[in-house]
């Protein structure tokens, strides 16, 4: 099947199969019906959470498929494939169960025992974590999570994509990016066999690993290409696409972005990031490359301006390949003032990254004024992940640079980084910001419309020159009260962002429209 026409048949309602026969929305979201009811259950959590649930969220731009997993799901796989977990360690070991070992435990048997059940769920995420003498920093817990449910990610990727398209849609999300890496460790092998004489010690050293990379490249986007047709074969068959009893998830619209790490020597990160390009270039379903992995760590640290001169190079190579880079998640408790005063500044000069994830040590870099003066004048967006910065970081509320960002006029959209393991969702997260910072309704409005501006899909925006709000002329005088204008429509079937911004306009006025006949929350008024 081509892959043009498997991506239709599933996810349903996807990029380029959109309807166009809708109502064309307002220019503005300022009825004030919903803004009233948002101002009367701001400050009540519950109802609060009710209001935001339903709010229309454009995108999820920052979210690692294989953190946006529950425990809960990687242990009820686990059983399923006979596999054992050491209670100990809090892991899922990769062997089949065989003779009885000490510390060690059937995982279908878990759901007998309470203790270990409860005991995995809090190894495998944040929930209820406590520091203790072994265990004692959220950023320790929260990162060691993935090498403990890391043996079940090979053989159920489709079934992780179904779960997280489950959770965006559940939250009212409409467009999804998820960071997959689609590199297998026998490809790997193949690229490292072909670098294995070569030293990658500075920039002078990245052409000749270049050239030596090319002749297994076109494997690894083939086996790239296979690995995510049967990803997305199973999640078809996971969420039922295509039949009258398809979930919600087969109406949310995904891409991915290729995710590398950069804990490992330059001489395997390298080879990572080239397959990463290649792969964006080859498949259509790749819109962006990035690269993660905990950012203090000793070789990320050692190596940064390294990474930095991989991506600078890549670049001249793969002209047009989109950059959403980790960078700034650090602060000083963690790594010597030394090392905060340049990394923003360099994804974005050097490596040329269009979009920041987290960039929470904006305040220590180098000249930050002149720092978020350029963001906003680039449009360089930063993709915010209030959960997760508290729970890794231990930065929140006023300490977080959120309101930084946006009182310098730096764009910035939520989302949820590793929503399983924070055991959060989107939802969360608006809630999150609505009741640290007294956003407004047209702020929520504004960051909804900010994630849909700033994704990596090809076309034009519904918007002009990223001024959100005002359309470009072809759809400048539609409206709720008539039908599309051919000009628009036809704009709209030439370029796929637009056309999810539109959905997004359409589904804001559906929004508004029945906010205040909710029964639950209208009394509240």
């Avoid at 990769?94 to 060690?104: L, Q």
């Avoid at 690993?209 to 296979?226: G, T």
């Avoid at 599309?484 to 559906?510: G, I, Y």
Wanted: a negative charge.
């Amino acid at each position: 099947m081509k892959i043009s026409t498997m991506m239709s048949s599933l996810l349903g309602v996807f990029v380029g199969s959109a309807p166009l026969a809708f109502a064309a929305p307002s220019s503005s979201h300022t009825a004030p019906s919903a803004a009233a009811l948002y101002e009367s259950v701001k400050h009540d959590p519950v109802q609060l959470g009710l209001f935001m649930q339903s709010f229309p969220k454009g995108a999820d731009l920052h979210n690692h498929m294989s953190g946006a997993i529950y425990a809960e799901s990687f242990l009820k796989w686990a059983a399923k494939d006979g596999l054992c977990v050491n209670l100990p360690q809090g892991k899922i070991v990769p062997e089949r169960c065989g003779a009885p070992v000490e510390g060690m435990e059937a995982a279908a048997s878990l759901s007998s025992d309470a203790p270990a059940w409860n005991g995995m769920i809090d190894a495998l995420s944040m929930r209820d974590f406590v520091p203790t003498a072994t265990d004692r920093s959220g950023h320790d817990h929260f990162f060691s999570t993935f090498e403990r449910f890391v043996a079940l990610e090979k053989d159920h990727q489709g079934d992780m994509l179904a779960e997280a398209l489950e959770h965006a849609a559940h939250d009212h999300v409409q467009y999804l990016e998820l960071q997959v890496s689609t590199a297998s460790s026998a490809g790997l092998d193949s690229m490292m066999a072909a670098v294995k004489n070569k030293q990658l010690n500075n920039a002078a050293d990245i052409p000749a690993f270049h050239q030596a990379l090319q002749p297994v490249l076109p494997k690894m986007v083939e086996a790239s290409r296979k690995g995510v047709d049967a990803m997305e074969k199973r999640a078809h068959e996971v969420l039922q696409c295509g039949t009258a009893q398809a979930k919600p998830g087969c109406g949310v619209t995904v891409r991915y972005l290729f995710e590398t790490l950069r804990i490992v020597p330059p001489k395997v990160t390298y080879p990572q990031l080239e397959v990463g390009y290649a792969v964006v270039k080859n498949d259509p379903r790749f819109v962006g490359v990035n690269i993660a992995a905990p950012e203090d760590d000793a070789t990320a640290l050692h190596d940064y301006d390294l990474h930095m001169q991989m991506f600078h190079y890549l670049n001249s190579v793969y002209p047009g390949v989109k950059l959403s880079l980790h960078a700034g998640e650090i602060t000083p408790s963690l790594v010597p003032l030394a090392d905060l005063d340049h990394h923003i500044w360099s994804a974005i000069d050097v490596a040329g990254a269009q979009r920041i994830g987290h960039g929470i040590d904006v305040m220590w870099e180098h000249d930050p004024a002149e720092l978020l003066a350029k963001m906003a004048r680039q449009h360089i967006m930063v993709e915010v992940n209030l959960t997760s910065n508290d729970e890794i970081l231990g930065i929140k509320g006023d300490h977080h640079p959120f309101e930084l960002y946006r009182r310098a006029g730096v764009p910035v959209a939520l989302s949820t980084d590793d929503e399983g393991v924070s055991r959060g969702s989107l939802t969360n997260e608006y809630v999150r910001a609505a009741q640290t910072y007294h956003l407004s309704y047209n702020d929520l409005v504004q960051l909804s419309r900010t994630g849909l501006e700033y994704n990596f899909l090809p076309g034009q925006s519904l918007w002009v020159d990223h001024h959100i709000g005002q359309r470009v002329p072809a759809c400048h005088t539609a409206s709720v009260t008539s039908s599309l204008p051919q000009s628009c429509a036809t704009f709209l079937e030439n370029n796929p962002k637009a056309r999810l911004q539109w959905q997004l306009e359409t589904r804001m006025a559906e929004f508004e429209r029945l906010a205040v006949r909710n029964p639950v929350l209208s009394h509240a008024r």
